[in-house]
């Protein structure tokens, strides 16, 4: 079993890999294969189609809602724990989010993937926001929520890494007063 997974892993890092690097169009499995080192049957043992493994590559190389805050953290504090920790999720799983940006133009069940992601971490921020005591109201807080998101997947996705999530997070605490 624990080669199974490990194999599995090895498929999903090559495609994430390649179809970053290619674009999902460009890339044939039997690359995705000799990249990962295993035949080229063994793809479609683990993922039936192309568009699975596409998938896969976005929905288990992805942010999994673990964004916590101190009891009593104002919003500012809020704010620059989740920009930091949105940062380096961000960071690590740039190859998946230039996979989403290219892709999901063209591909409607990626696009809801990423939707759904991107509705998980702007949820867990809100919902730090509104329990912080200094909240804003829950359309004010929704809307920083977002835009702390956005931001930090656009710098990471173009700037290479976000020139400071802190300051970026210390602005929208700003708005929130």
Same mark, same amino acid.
């Given at each position: 079993?624990?080669?199974?997974?490990?194999?599995?892993?090895?498929?999903?890092?090559?495609?994430?890999?390649?179809?970053?690097?290619?674009?999902?169009?460009?890339?044939?499995?039997?690359?995705?294969? !000799?990249?990962?080192?295993?035949?080229?049957?063994? /793809?479609?043992?683990?993922?039936? #189609?192309?568009?699975?493994?596409?998938?896969?590559?976005?929905?288990?190389?992805?942010?999994?809602? #673990?964004?916590?805050?101190?009891?009593?953290?104002? /919003?500012?504090?809020?704010?620059?724990? !989740? &920009?930091?920790?949105?940062?380096?999720?961000?960071?690590?799983?740039?190859?998946?989010?230039? =996979?989403?940006?290219?892709?999901?133009? #063209?591909?409607?069940?990626?696009?809801?993937?990423?939707?759904?992601? =991107?509705?998980?971490?702007?949820?867990? /921020? &809100?919902?730090?926001?509104?329990?912080?005591?200094?909240?804003?109201?829950?359309? #004010?807080?929704?809307? =920083?929520?977002?835009?702390?998101?956005?931001?930090?997947?656009?710098?990471?996705?173009?700037?290479?890494?976000?020139?400071?999530?802190? !300051?970026?997070?210390?602005?929208?605490?700003?708005?929130?007063?």
């Amino acid at each position: 079993m624990a080669d199974d997974d490990s194999t599995r892993a090895r498929i999903i890092d090559a495609a994430r890999k390649l179809f970053a690097e290619h674009g999902y169009a460009a890339t044939a499995t039997a690359k995705v294969a !000799a990249a990962a080192g295993v035949p080229g049957g063994l /793809v479609f043992y683990y993922f039936p #189609t192309k568009s699975d493994l596409l998938l896969a590559t976005v929905r288990e190389r992805a942010y999994r809602g #673990t964004l916590t805050a101190p009891a009593g953290a104002t /919003v500012a504090e809020v704010l620059v724990g !989740a &920009a930091k920790e949105l940062a380096a999720v961000f960071e690590e799983h740039r190859d998946s989010q230039r =996979i989403v940006f290219r892709e999901a133009g #063209t591909n409607a069940e990626l696009r809801e993937v990423a939707l759904r992601l =991107i509705a998980s971490s702007t949820g867990d /921020v &809100a919902r730090l926001l509104a329990a912080a005591p200094d909240a804003p109201d829950g359309t #004010t807080g929704a809307t =920083i929520a977002r835009l702390l998101v956005s931001s930090l997947l656009m710098d990471n996705f173009l700037a290479r890494g976000p020139a400071d999530p802190v !300051a970026t997070a210390e602005v929208l605490a700003g708005g929130a007063r």
